[in-house]
């Protein structure tokens, strides 16, 4: 069947903003995230990072995001900055703020920058020529922070569409009866987020 001129363009139309609205909600452009525009050692970087995380925007979405529980009870969220998997080396060695963390438990996590019922950022950036990560506690002083925390990185097997983060757990140690090896992976699960696009990033333990 022939439809008139003016029905073809209509339906062409429709199929193209049908096809518009199925992008994915973070498909691939090339703004370069923002970085803390200071020295990550230098005094006043802590304040910087704090800025910058807060003002950026992040994905809730479990799948993006992941929340598990760590060291048995303590209930932490995940969730990467949107823009993350965009950052190129020279832009992530500047310093980025790739995750925030979401505690919701009464206990803090030190090895997460976490206080009680509180939020913290995770810094990447490169100093002489190795990747470090700083957890930034959302809190009037630095005694939850951890800083300085060398960190690897991975290369993808293909080209990142989204910034996603992660909870890997380490490999359960050989002849652990099931519940011994449940409470091991729940203590010592470990971060990951895309981090650019050079790949993903997490520290080694």
């Not at 380490?170 to 729940?186: D, I």
Request: charge should be negative.
């Amino acid at each position: 069947m022939i439809l008139p001129a003016r029905w073809s363009r209509a339906v062409a139309f429709t199929a193209l903003i049908t096809l518009t609205s199925c992008l994915p909600r973070n498909a691939p452009h090339h703004n370069q995230p923002a970085t803390i525009g200071i020295d990550p050692g230098q005094p006043g970087a802590r304040d910087s990072v704090l800025a910058l995380g807060q003002r950026q925007v992040y994905d809730a979405n479990i799948g993006a995001a992941a929340r598990t529980l760590l060291e048995s009870d303590i209930d932490v969220t995940i969730e990467p900055m949107d823009d993350a998997y965009l950052a190129d080396s020279v832009t992530l060695a500047q310093g980025v703020v790739v995750a925030r963390f979401i505690n919701h438990s009464p206990d803090s996590l030190p090895r997460l920058g976490l206080a009680p019922n509180a939020m913290s950022y995770w810094l990447i950036y490169r100093r002489d020529g190795q990747l470090f990560s700083d957890f930034v506690a959302e809190a009037t002083d630095a005694r939850y922070d951890r800083t300085s925390v060398p960190t690897d990185l991975h290369v993808p097997t293909r080209a990142w569409r989204q910034s996603i983060s992660q909870w890997q757990p380490p490999v359960p140690v050989a002849g652990m009866g099931a519940g011994v090896a449940h409470l091991l992976l729940a203590s010592g699960s470990l971060p990951w987020t895309t981090c650019g696009d050079q790949g993903c990033c997490k520290p080694p333990n």
